[in-house]
């Protein structure tokens, strides 16, 4: 296939993630291995597609396309958790700033936001996000039920709520909504402010 990549490697864990309020280190270390795992599948699946003939036989875009689509999964994997170690760490509470001024304006109140992502993650089987829509200018929810399913084009997530097993099943077995309300207390919203500078969203 002749294509070009560069080897990625999987960002350090920050410290403050191994003493979040009520989720694990062990929950944290075994996550982040996951994590690792996508970035390792990445580099893999480019390697091999590296080696791909598209001069040759049909076979190769049966091929192709397996590859293709397991690297949008891996791709998927890694940005769904950077984002979400990223932005844990904090002391939760009340979100400030103009991600907090967003949210009251496009979806009327702190809680209702919260009530409205919490039950995104309830109904969801792999992960929910609060996105900022490009083209309508707001906050909204939606859901995944993969690392690579549901992409909502010109969006950028700024909330990365996993609810797979594996983020919650040491701690709280399958009590997922504790889960999702602890997963809030540990929220960092100087580093989703950070990020609406960064991106330039205004309210």
């Keep these: ?3 070009t990549y560069e080897q990625i490697t999987a960002r350090e864990l920050k410290p403050a993630l191994l003493e979040l309020d009520g989720i694990s280190r062990e929950t944290i270390e075994a996550h982040y291995k996951l994590y690792q795992g996508y970035v390792n599948k990445r580099n893999e699946i480019l390697g091999k597609l590296d080696g791909v003939d598209l001069s040759s036989a049909n076979q190769v875009y049966s091929d192709l396309r397996a590859l293709k689509v397991d690297l949008t999964f ?3 994997g890694i940005k769904n958790h950077e984002i979400y170690f990223e932005h844990l760490g904090g002391i ?9 001024d967003l949210v009251k304006r496009d979806f009327g109140s702190v809680d ?3 009530a409205d992502l919490k ?4 109904a969801g089987r792999g992960w929910a996000w609060t996105a900022y829509d490009w083209d309508e200018g707001r906050l909204f929810n939606y859901i995944g039920d993969a690392q690579n399913t549901f992409p909502v084009w010109n969006a950028t997530a700024l909330v990365a709520l996993d609810v ?6 040491i ?3 399958t009590d997922r909504a504790s889960y999702i309300d602890k997963f809030f207390d540990n929220l960092d919203y100087d580093v989703i402010n950070d990020w609406v500078q960064k991106y330039g969203i205004r309210k």
Excluded at 92 to 100: N, S, T
Excluded at 119 to 122: D, E, I, P, V, Y
Excluded at 164 to 169: D, S
């Design 1 to 3: 296939m002749a294509t």
């Design 92 to 100: 939760g509470g009340e979100p400030a700033g103009v991600f907090g």
């Design 112 to 114: 209702a936001w919260r």
């Design 164 to 169: 797979y097993e594996h983020a919650y099943f």
């Design 171 to 173: 701690d709280f077995g």
């Design 119 to 122: 039950a995104t993650g309830l």
């Design 74 to 76: 891996a791709i998927g």
